[in-house]
């Protein structure tokens, strides 16, 4: 199967993104990926995805774009500003970036929320965006522990106090997009698999 380009397969997400700069830097954290993103399944057991995303190839890349639209969409729920929404969706198409580890291993890697917090750390430096500290933060964060209380950090967190709004809406996000029995109109065309 011919997969798309990952910044055409995302596109659409992209184009949500309001801030000029933010985008940019989305589109480069993208061509960045890991090469297997867009061959893998969103997760090595299965156990805690829906089916749709578990097929391979573009299974994490349909569930990545899950989660990106339900942050969308809940982002006024929890009155982001613009600014805001935009690194949210960031942090959604971010979240499960290097799923399988930086090396690209045969299971899902267990410390793929802090891998995935440092791959934006690099993109971060490397394109020299531009954030005031809290919002980097935010972003860094929220990405390091998208798993809610089951993030895994020392001390563990407590869901929802020890999140602030994006760290709250992406592990509502992920959760809701990936739950048995949620399916996505979107995702049910052949144009992404
Ligand atoms: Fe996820």
Known sequence: MLLPKIE???EEELSWIKNDNYRAFMEFALKNYPPYFMEVPSSSSGKYHSQWSNTKPLGLAKHTKAVALV???LA???ILSEEETDLAIIAALLHDCVKFGFGGGKHTS???EFEGA??????YKAHKLELPDELYKSVYTAIATHQGQWAVTDPPKKFPEDFDKIGQLLHISDMVASRPG???DFLETSLVG
């Open 8 to 10: 055409e397969y995302f």
């Open 71 to 73: 942050t969308k969409l």
């Open 76 to 78: 006024p729920a929890y």
């Open 110 to 112: 267990k410390t793929h």
């Open 118 to 123: 440092t791959f934006f750390a690099r993109c």
């Open 182 to 184: 949620i399916r996505f």
